[in-house]
């Protein structure tokens, strides 16, 4: 459309306004859809997008072909210029984001699940890992009413021992409590991530 406005501009001031915005514009195109940008690498992943990708970089060849300093068209070479950005690189550039946004959705989602595989796993670990402290816990009591019972030197060495151990299990509970909020609180925040990504 700039350059349609060029060739119409109705003073030589606003054709000189109007043709730097141009060639500012075509600079900044040339720069993003050049070949050897590390996008157009990434892009090169996705086979479906080679005919809109063509599309940018025949328009980008066209802008090339132009002189640097000045536009020097037509009214009829700039409405072509003007109707190809508009009917045929717009839609591929919509068509390019369209299809990179979907595929990086499409990797945040299969990141989620293997999260969420990773999390169910420790969860039953840490399961475990409780079941496993409670039974401590009950084995320590045990040995303590077996303390009592033998009484003596060796019972009271005995209670030393079911003592410390029921120490450990209060400990061990202890972590595993504050492991469980954690793991909690990581997962709420994956969840949260994934719902305000946008594209």
């Known amino acids: 459309?700039?350059?349609?406005?060029?060739?119409?501009?109705?003073?030589?001031?606003?054709?000189?306004?109007?043709?730097?915005?141009?060639?500012?514009?075509?600079?900044?195109?040339?720069?993003?859809?050049s070949p050897?940008?590390?996008?157009?690498d990434y892009l090169s992943k996705f086979p479906d997008l080679a005919p809109h990708r063509r599309v940018a970089h025949d328009f980008r060849a066209a802008l090339a072909a132009l002189p640097d300093d000045r536009v020097d068209m037509t009214r009829t070479q700039a409405a072509d210029?003007?109707?190809?950005?508009?009917?045929?690189?717009?839609?591929?550039?919509?068509i390019i984001i369209n299809r990179l946004s979907d595929h990086e959705t499409e990797q945040i989602a299969q990141r989620l699940?293997?999260?969420?595989?990773?999390?169910?796993?420790?969860?039953?670990?840490?399961?475990?890992?409780?079941?496993?402290?409670?039974?401590?816990?009950?084995?320590?009591?045990?040995?303590?009413?077996?303390?009592?019972?033998?009484?003596?030197?060796?019972?009271?060495?005995?209670q030393v021992i079911a003592e410390e151990v029921r120490s450990l299990a209060r400990q061990s509970s202890d972590v595993l409590g504050?492991?469980?909020?954690?793991?909690?609180?990581?997962?709420?925040?994956?969840?949260k991530a994934g719902r305000h990504t946008t594209f």
């Open 36 to 40: 050897g940008t590390d996008v157009g």
């Open 81 to 94: 210029l003007a109707r190809c950005a508009r009917c045929d690189v717009l839609p591929a550039t919509y």
């Open 178 to 191: 504050r492991m469980k909020h954690r793991i909690s609180e990581d997962d709420g925040d994956v969840v």
């Open 113 to 158: 699940i293997k999260m969420q595989e990773k999390s169910a796993l420790v969860d039953g670990m840490l399961a475990e890992m409780t079941r496993i402290g409670r039974m401590i816990g009950l084995i320590s009591i045990n040995a303590s009413v077996e303390a009592a019972r033998a009484g003596g030197e060796s019972g009271r060495s005995f």
């Open 1 to 33: 459309m700039l350059a349609v406005l060029c060739t119409t501009a109705e003073s030589d001031d606003e054709h000189a306004a109007l043709t730097a915005e141009f060639l500012t514009f075509r600079e900044k195109y040339m720069s993003a859809v």
